[in-house]
């Protein structure tokens, strides 16, 4: 008798295949968190409607990657969906007046944290590049500090130290050490 494959063992390997595949073809977006998603969304409706980032508001998550931000516009409070797409897009659409639905692309950094986006818009004289990259800890600059100080020329360095070692006053070797108190009776 042949032997007939069975059909769940098939489905789960084949459940399985298409689970690692999305999980290898996901791109470095993914290792950035909300904070760094939701930045991204703030700088590029600020870029939109040529609003400063601290007018906007963040409400809510609906989903992964979905958020729900408000601002004061068009003299009144209007939300707005803004999704980061693993797949490298901010999608922007407005739930107040439904008219509006951008799609930016964006690029993720060789580490996955900080997220890039280009972006310009005729009522906005700001044409920088937006990027979002999640706060720095002390360590970061601990690390940046170290990173940077042999690529200054050298005589600003010993500038600094110079400056550092006179701030601090001094004390003449040759002058007399004040006396120790007397301990008491």
């Known amino acids: ?25 996901a ?5 950035a968190g909300d904070d760094v998603n939701l ?18 508001s963040y409400k809510g998550k609906v989903q992964d990657g979905v958020y729900i931000v408000a601002v004061f516009y068009a003299s009144k409070n209007s939300e707005y969906l803004c999704a980061v797409m693993p797949d490298g897009q901010v999608i922007v659409q407005d739930r107040t007046w439904h008219p509006m639905r951008r ?18 818009s005729p009522e906005c004289p700001t044409r920088a590049v937006i990027k979002a990259c999640p706060a ?8 940046q500090v170290k990173e940077t100080f042999w690529v200054r020329p050298i005589p600003a360095i010993l500038e600094e130290e110079y400056r550092a070692m006179t701030e601090k ?16 009776k």
Do not use: H
């Not at 791109?27 to 290792?31: D, E, F, I, N, V």
């Not at 692309?105 to 310009?120: E, F, M, R």
């Open 39 to 56: 930045s991204l969304c703030k700088q590029v409706l600020s870029r939109i409607l040529c609003k400063k980032e601290n007018e906007f």
């Open 136 to 143: 720095r800890t002390p360590k970061d600059a601990k690390e």
């Open 27 to 31: 791109p470095k977006a993914w290792a």
């Open 103 to 120: 799609v930016i692309p964006y690029t993720a950094d060789s580490d996955g944290k900080c997220l890039t986006a280009t972006l310009s």
């Open 1 to 25: 008798m042949p032997d007939t494959p069975r059909p769940l063992p098939r489905l789960l390997l084949s459940a399985l295949a298409l689970v690692l595949t999305l999980l290898t073809a």
């Open 169 to 184: 006053p001094q004390q003449n070797a040759t002058e007399a050490a004040p006396p120790a108190a007397a301990p008491p």
